[in-house]
């Protein structure tokens, strides 16, 4: 699963709260990024059994290495990212994971929708 979007859309923590139990990686992460990009196999081996990867755009390379993967188990949902919505424009990217990948574009809220989660945020209390 791919959930992208604009920034500061909610992508990470959507994720994060809907998949607690899976490791969460980020390619903001210096270290992240640098384990992946120095041994990408070893990389995607010990995380096999499935993990979040965050800012996935940073290291698109990463697919190539997922495909494989992926194709190695029918064991679906093992790898959830996040990225801007900008990868997902990448014909190559939706090429590669066809059948192999949900993409959920999330929307960044509307201010009539910020404004009354406020309103309902401070009836509650």
Same mark, same amino acid.
């Given at each position: ?6 920034? !500061? ?6 994720? $994060?709260?809907?998949? !607690?139990?899976?490791?969460?990686? =980020? ?5 992240? #990024?640098? !384990?992946? $990009?120095? &041994? ?6 010990? +995380? ?13 390379? #990463?697919? @190539? +290495?997922? !495909?494989?993967?992926? &194709?190695? @188990?029918?064991?679906?949902?093992? /790898? ?11 014909? =190559? ?9 949900? /993409? ?11 404004? @009354? =989660?406020?309103?309902?945020?401070? $009836?509650?209390?």
């Amino acid at each position: 699963m791919a959930v992208v979007g604009k920034r !500061q859309s909610g992508k990470s923590t959507l994720v $994060k709260a809907c998949f !607690q139990d899976e490791p969460n990686l =980020s390619f903001e992460n210096i270290t992240t #990024i640098n !384990q992946f $990009k120095n &041994d990408p196999e070893l990389f995607i081996h010990r +995380y096999h059994e499935g993990c979040i990867i965050d800012e996935v755009q940073r290291a698109p390379e #990463i697919f @190539s +290495y997922l !495909q494989t993967e992926i &194709d190695k @188990s029918n064991k679906k949902g093992r /790898f959830i990212l996040t990225g801007s919505s900008n990868f997902t424009l990448v014909q =190559s990217v939706t090429q590669t994971f066809a059948g192999r990948m949900v /993409f959920l574009d999330l929307l960044p809220l509307s201010m009539g929708k910020i404004n @009354s =989660s406020k309103n309902d945020m401070y $009836k509650n209390k």
